[in-house]
């Protein structure tokens, strides 16, 4: 593996990962007030039509990245609906 | 373009855009006690990798999208930051 697919993997790990801590958060607080109920329905959207766009074009790191992503931010936007 | 394209545009509209209702909300209230700076420091730091990626691998769409999205995401960790 070169160096450029090994700081794509990297950038990917941050960019799904990234969501982990904001659902902890909301999780342990209780509080969404200042979340974007926008950005998560966006969002969310959005990444569920990465993985169906990855499914068609038989593209793994897509899928799989996107897999994880739409279970962080799916968890985000039911916290954001419950604790509104 | 075929429908594939044409879904996969509609998914990085969604996903990038998502990120400027979330600037504007911070902006108007002031408020971003509930953003988690793990999340923001997390995202901001993968989009400037991929970023990078997208310039190291010639990759047009991967340089726009992560250019736009890291204008979005780098105002919410400032305004974070700001307003914590």
Redesign the interface.
């Known amino acids: 593996m070169n160096l ?1 697919t090994i ?2 993997l ?13 659902a ?3 999780i342990r ?1 209780k ?6 109920l ?3 329905t ?2 969310t ?3 569920a ?2 993985l ?2 990855g499914v ?2 038989k593209d793994i790191p897509i899928i799989a990245s996107n897999c994880v992503t739409l279970v962080f931010t799916s968890a985000i936007l039911f916290l954001k609906l419950r604790y509104k």
Do not use: C, N, R
């Open positions: 450029v700081l794509g990297i950038a990917a790990s941050l960019t799904t990962g990234s969501f982990l801590p904001q902890i958060k909301a607080t509080q969404t007030k200042d979340l974007s926008g950005m998560y966006a969002l959207t959005g990444i039509l990465w169906i766009y068609l074009v």
